[in-house]
C-alpha cells in the first residue's frame, strides 16, 4: 500500500515552453502532498505544500508564478513549472501524506531538462 | 536552529559487513524520525520511522535503527550488507514539516 506516482517519469522540453508534472497516490487519499526539488548530489529541498482544494503553500526563495501547484483532488496534485529555462533542469519528486499520520510516501521522481 | 545532522557523506562496506549510518538531530523534544532509501533516478523509499511507541525500530531490508534520546541519534544499521544495498541514505525529521540530512552514499564492495 501507499504508492506514490508521478507522470511523466523524464522530460526533455525547450527553453519557454511549459510542463506539467502529475502526482497521483494510488491506494490512499492524500489531503496533503509536497513537492520537491533535489540536484545532482543533494538533498531534497521542499519547495511547496499543496492542500487538497486551497491555494499551495510555498517555501522561502520559490516563485509561486513559475511553478504552480494544483491540488484539485484528494489523489492528484500537478506541478506545473512555466516558462521553463535550462536552470530549472532537475529531479523533482512529489510526497503525499498519509491521513491521519505525519508520514509521507514518495513518488519515483521526474527528470526534467530543459535545452 | 533545528537540523539534522548525516555524519559521512560516504560509506563504503564490504559484502557481507556490518552497515552503520549516522543521523544526529537538534531538538530538545524527540520528534518524528525517518531513514529513507535513494536507487539512482528513482524517489525515495521509507525504511523506517520513529514514533516514540519503541527505541528499537525495524524496517525494512535488514535494517534497524535505534532512538537514543541522550545522544540525540538515530543511526541505521544493518549487520550484514548485501550489493543492493548501494544506494543513497537519508535521515529526516518531522519539525512541522519534513526537513532532511544532506544524504549518505553507500557502496558496497564485492
Known amino acids: 500500500g501507499a504508492v506514490v506516482s508521478q507522470h511523466p517519469s523524464r522530460v526533455i522540453c525547450k527553453s519557454g515552453t511549459s510542463v506539467k508534472i502529475e502526482c497521483r497516490s494510488l491506494?490512499?487519499?492524500?489531503?496533503?502532498m509536497f513537492w520537491y526539488r533535489q540536484f545532482p548530489k543533494k538533498s531534497l529541498m521542499l519547495m511547496a505544500t499543496?492542500?487538497?482544494?486551497?491555494?499551495?503553500?510555498?517555501e522561502q526563495g520559490v516563485e509561486k508564478d513559475k511553478f504552480l501547484i494544483n491540488h484539485a483532488s484528494l489523489t492528484l496534485s500537478t506541478l506545473t513549472v512555466t516558462s521553463a529555462h535550462p536552470e530549472d533542469s532537475s529531479f523533482y519528486i512529489c510526497s503525499a501524506r498519509l491521513l491521519g499520520t505525519d508520514t509521507q510516501y514518495f513518488g519515483p521522481g521526474t527528470r526534467l531538462t530543459v535545452l | 536552529a533545528q537540523s539534522v545532522t548525516q555524519l559521512g557523506s560516504h560509506v563504503s562496506v564490504s559484502e557481507g559487513a556490518l552497515v552503520l549510518l549516522r543521523c544526529n538531530y537538534s531538538?530538545?523534544?524527540?520528534?518524528?524520525l525517518f531513514w529513507y532509501v535513494q536507487y539512482p533516478n528513482q524517489g525515495l523509499q521509507l525504511l523506517l520511522k520513529?514514533?516514540?511507541?519503541?527505541?528499537l525500530v525495524k524496517g525494512i531490508n535488514g535494517f534497524e535503527a535505534e532512538f537514543k534520546k541522550s545522544e540525540t541519534s538515530f543511526h541505521l544499521t544493518k549487520p550484514s550488507a548485501h550489493m543492493s544495498d548501494a544506494a543513497e541514505y537519508f535521515c529526516?525529521?518531522?519539525?512541522?514539516?519534513?526537513?532532511f540530512g544532506a544524504g549518505t552514499t553507500v557502496t558496497v564492495r564485492a
Open positions: 499543496s492542500n487538497e482544494g486551497s491555494k499551495a503553500t510555498y
Open positions: 520513529y514514533t516514540s511507541a519503541a527505541t
Open positions: 531538538s530538545s523534544v524527540p520528534p518524528y
Open positions: 529526516a525529521v518531522i519539525w512541522g514539516k519534513l526537513s
Open positions: 491506494d490512499f487519499q492524500a489531503t496533503t
